[in-house]
């Protein structure tokens, strides 16, 4: 199994920075979108972002299907790394 990386803020200036720490969890900014692991298509996830005002569907469809447990995620305040 490949090793893929992915690179994420974790908010404007760092604001969740300790909100990840702390519940050893990511979120990818959509605050308003409920669980999205039933999405299986390119479609689906268009159509489920534009129910809440989102944008990014393919961002979001990428991040949520082809992430796995041995990625590597560097978490990043604007071009430097926390």
Known sequence: MAT???RISPGEKGKYWHEFEEQEKIKIGWQKVP???HIQ???ECKKFLIKYNETLPGVFYSFIKETQISDIIFISKGLHLF
């Open 4 to 6: 893929n990386y992915w």
């Open 35 to 37: 669980d999205a692991r």
């Open 41 to 43: 298509t390119p479609e």
